[in-house]
């Protein structure tokens, strides 16, 4: 058990360009979750996945922002025109989901820095 | 989910210790209480979690109060390394959500341990 991982850790962009991040969870997990969080604040939910279905998204969401789990394993966020207000750590957990647990494990996270 | 009320600080002596309370006056019957932790630039580092009765496991104890109102979390003998913010997070089991599967994370409570 590797554990989740993310890639890359740090991202440095300029304003207007397109950012993808990758998030490999544990191995047989069944969801994938997506988290932003901006200094001094905790983690807040922007969607996720349970196989390659994305069954929620949160407001936070906006069309600028994509994900996909296109086989149920790994998953890629897309930031498309990114703005400096996207600058924030970008969390990935996973869950193997079964009845009355769903305990989320989550990676390092990749930190965005948009100048 | 309930809301939940922490401490914004603590600190501890190393070696003592550490009691982190939490109030979730509105739980739900078939809602679980979740703590986790975040070291400084760290993603969160899941802890324990319970519904009703006190659990233990090889990082700290979860005591419930029979009302369910409030919880402490307790970390036996705190080191250095256990400083971080600790968030206490109440979520209903999978298959009885309304809204997801979402983490609600608060600011949580600063834990210091003191050498």
């Known amino acids: 058990d590797t554990g989740v991982s993310q890639d890359p850790r740090h991202k440095i962009t300029k304003r207007g360009q397109n950012v993808t991040f990758r998030c490999d969870p544990i191995?047989?997990?069944?969801?994938l979750y997506w988290y932003r969080q901006t200094l001094g604040q905790g983690p807040e939910f922007l969607t996720y996945f349970q196989n390659e279905a994305q069954l929620e998204k949160s407001r936070l969401l906006s069309d600028r922002f994509s994900a996909e789990r296109p086989k149920g394993s790994f998953s890629t966020l897309e930031i498309q025109r990114t703005e400096q207000g996207d600058s924030a750590m970008y969390l990935c957990?996973?869950?193997?989901?079964?009845?009355?647990?769903?305990?989320?494990?989550f990676g390092p996270g990749t930190r965005l820095t948009v100048l | 989910d309930a809301k939940t009320t922490q401490p914004p600080s603590m600190d501890c002596a190393e070696g003592r210790a550490a009691n982190l309370p939490c109030n979730h006056s509105?739980?739900?019957?078939?809602?679980?209480v979740y703590w986790y932790r975040q070291i400084h630039s760290q993603g969160p580092q899941y802890i324990i979690h319970?519904?009703?009765n006190n659990e233990t496991n090889e990082m700290a104890s979860l005591i419930i109060t029979e009302d369910r109102k409030s919880s402490t979390l307790i970390l036996p003998h705190a080191t250095l390394r256990d400083t971080a913010v600790y968030y206490c997070?109440?979520?209903?089991?999978?298959?009885?959500?309304?809204?997801?599967?979402?983490?609600?994370f608060g600011e949580g409570t600063q834990l210091t341990v003191n050498p």
């Open positions: 957990a996973s869950s193997l989901v079964t009845w009355g647990s769903d305990t989320q494990y």
């Open positions: 319970g519904l009703k």
């Open positions: 191995s047989e997990h069944n969801r």
């Open positions: 997070i109440v979520r209903v089991a999978p298959g009885e959500e309304t809204s997801g599967s979402r983490l609600t």
């Open positions: 509105t739980i739900s019957g078939n809602e679980y």
